[in-house]
């Protein structure tokens, strides 16, 4: 079946240094991607997506490319600030019946120190 | 708009009893799915809703757990005879696009569940 696999956390960070946190899919064919953000305390936001293959997804200073080849949508930031803290979670929508729903990897908790 | 609200934020609960969840989606969404969370994992598909109609049922969703939406609008989750296992974070999320790949989910707060 379809999965999602992110790279483990926890992930420290000083402020103002460059972020990658790792995330590749598993699927049949081709679906959405997402990364969706949990501050402290705070639901599921969407953070960024992208639909289709070498799509750009960005917000806030972050971005994430969807590559088929690779099979991969690495969040990137350049320059994180202390705010950044909070979990992050990849995910990508089922493919064809499974379109509705979404398929998560575990999360990454990252921690930005002043 | 409010957003997604869920219903109770906390509950604590015996093992053996029943419990209900209620989720309030974002109005005129007509998707609305349940999903659960345990501690230091991503969340996990348990079924999804158009308007009225359940249309996908995880296998995570045992004969103990029920959903429904009477009158698509708000939902409920129940779970029946509880088990220290049921313990997770239940996460409401709602939609408003028809079909496709291209649509986002927004999420409710979520009810914390302890099965003591």
């Known amino acids: 079946g379809d999965s999602v696999t992110q790279m483990e956390g926890p992930v420290t960070l000083s402020e103002e240094a460059f972020l990658t946190i790792n995330c590749t899919y598993t699927?049949?064919?081709?679906?959405?991607l997402f990364w969706y953000v949990q501050y402290p305390g705070e639901g599921l936001q969407l953070l960024l997506k992208?639909?289709?293959?070498?799509d750009k997804g960005s917000n806030k200073g972050f971005e994430a490319t969807y590559r088929k080849e690779t099979t991969s949508f690495h969040l990137e930031k350049g320059s994180v600030q202390v705010s950044d803290s909070a979990v992050y979670f990849c995910?990508?929508?089922?493919?064809?019946?499974?379109?509705?729903?979404?398929?998560f990897g575990q999360g990454t908790r990252l921690t930005i120190n002043p | 708009d409010t957003g997604v609200s869920q219903d109770p934020r906390h509950k604590i609960t015996k093992r053996g009893q029943n419990v209900t969840f209620r989720c309030d989606p974002i109005?005129?969404?007509?998707?609305l799915y349940w999903y659960r969370q345990t501690l230091g994992q991503g969340p996990e598909f348990l079924t999804y809703?158009?308007?009225?109609?359940?249309?996908?049922k995880s296998r995570l969703l045992s004969d103990r757990f029920s959903a429904e939406r009477p009158k698509g609008s708000f939902s409920t989750l129940e779970i029946q005879r509880t088990e220290q296992g049921d313990s997770a974070m239940y996460l409401c999320?709602?939609?408003?696009?028809?079909?496709?790949?291209?649509?986002?989910?927004?999420f409710g707060p979520g009810t914390r569940l302890t099965v003591t």
């Open positions: 995910a990508s929508s089922g493919v064809g019946q499974g379109a509705q729903k979404l398929v």
């Open positions: 699927a049949t064919g081709y679906p959405s």
């Open positions: 992208a639909t289709k293959a070498d």
């Open positions: 109005s005129e969404h007509n998707r």
């Open positions: 809703f158009q308007n009225e109609a359940q249309l996908e």
């Open positions: 999320a709602s939609s408003s696009l028809p079909g496709g790949a291209n649509y986002e989910q927004y």
